[in-house]
């Protein structure tokens, strides 16, 4: 890190040309604007390409992530995770189910819940939507030492749960 706040990204530069990343608040929130837009932009065209939403996407994502937990996920903690109403959680799971990506099926253990239960084609999709994105990230990565990958998770970490801190003050309408 430099005395000027600049910190040495190994070569990269900022969007605007060549300088070294700035390391300010203001920089490093445009940063993360930045890369959301980008996520976004690849969400919405890999969507389109198999006829999903966004908001399917992430469903399946959730509910892919509660399984690899062995916390199966139920329609009501789903439409919880997507701030969802019920009516809109039940559209988006007959959609799915349509699609042939999910079934609801009875819990195995408590025959009043119903699960979530992701077939094989969404899991398909979701290592589909993920590879080409992990292996252009896992190339930039490279370039970072253990401790550096060690700050950025920390990094990423606390900014996620700063913005879910953030999300919760926003009043619903």
């Known amino acids: 890190m430099s005395d000027a706040g600049e910190v040495d990204n190994q070569g990269g530069s900022d969007q605007s ?77 007959e959609r799915l189910e349509s699609l042939g990506h999910l079934t609801r099926e009875h819990s195995k253990t408590d025959r009043r819940r119903v699960d979530l239960d992701i077939h094989d084609t969404a899991r398909q999709i979701g290592n589909e939507f993920h590879q080409p994105l992990m292996r252009e990230l896992g190339q930039v990565w490279e370039r970072f030492s253990e401790d550096q990958r060690r700050t950025i998770s920390e990094f990423l970490t606390a900014t996620i749960e700063a913005t879910a801190r953030a999300r919760e003050t926003i009043e619903p309408r």
């Not at 203001?26 to 919405?44: I, K, P, Q, W, Y």
């Not at 062995?70 to 009501?76: A, I, K």
């Open 17 to 93: 040309g060549g300088a070294p990343a700035a390391t300010g608040d203001v920089a490093l929130g445009e940063l993360l604007r930045a890369l959301n837009v980008e996520l976004d932009r690849f969400s919405v065209l890999f969507g389109n390409a198999h006829g999903l939403y966004r908001t399917d996407l992430n469903a399946i994502v959730a509910i892919l992530d509660a399984a690899n937990r062995g916390d199966p996920m139920t329609p009501s903690r789903l439409a919880a995770a997507l701030d969802l109403s019920a009516s809109a959680t039940t559209t988006l799971l």
